[in-house]
């Protein structure tokens, strides 16, 4: 299974309508569901905005189960192109029993503790990208894994 696990909720509908559209096209290849967690209003104010993480953070970590596998999308993390990123999903899914759960932060970032509990940290682009946005990044990046792993085309 692939959870991705999201601070907040996307209320454009042509966004919701593309996420829904890659869910379903990675379907034929894996289950994947989205969890939303809570956010926290947003503040100028340094110790909102940390209280803000830790809250979202603390959410994020009752979602994630001890035996997951945990990525988590992270300016900081390490950047993936297209076909490194396939390669580390055909080994997770060839050696590894576990659950794989992709986190992507709220527009203020993630707790320490979500950052110290993942596994690895994947640096989507040098860009910064609404948090909204990265969801549907991700899902098409996991759509094209898929497709790259069975030689298959990914463009008509």
Not at 52 to 57: D, F, N, P, R, S
Not at 75 to 90: I, N, V
Not at 115 to 130: E, G, H, I, V, Y
Request: proline fraction near 4%; hydrophobic fraction near 35%; glycine fraction near 6%.
């Amino acid at each position: 299974m692939i959870k991705l696990i999201a601070v907040g909720k996307i209320k454009e509908k042509a966004l919701v309508d593309l996420i829904k559209d890659y869910q379903k096209r990675i379907t034929p290849y894996h289950k994947v569901i989205i969890e939303e967690v809570g956010d926290e209003p947003t503040s100028d104010d340094l110790a909102s905005q940390k209280t803000g993480m830790v809250k979202e953070g603390e959410r994020i970590l009752e979602k994630i189960k001890t035996e997951d596998q945990v990525i988590l999308l992270d300016l900081h993390g390490d950047p993936y192109d297209s076909l490194s990123f396939a390669k580390q999903m055909e080994e997770h899914f060839t050696y590894s029993p576990k659950p794989l759960v992709f986190v992507i932060g709220g527009s203020m970032g993630v707790s320490d503790a979500v950052r110290q509990r993942a596994n690895k940290r994947w640096k989507l682009s040098d860009c910064t990208f609404p948090h909204q946005i990265v969801r549907l990044l991700v899902l098409e990046q996991l759509f094209r894994s898929f497709k790259i792993n069975r030689n298959q085309t990914y463009h008509k």
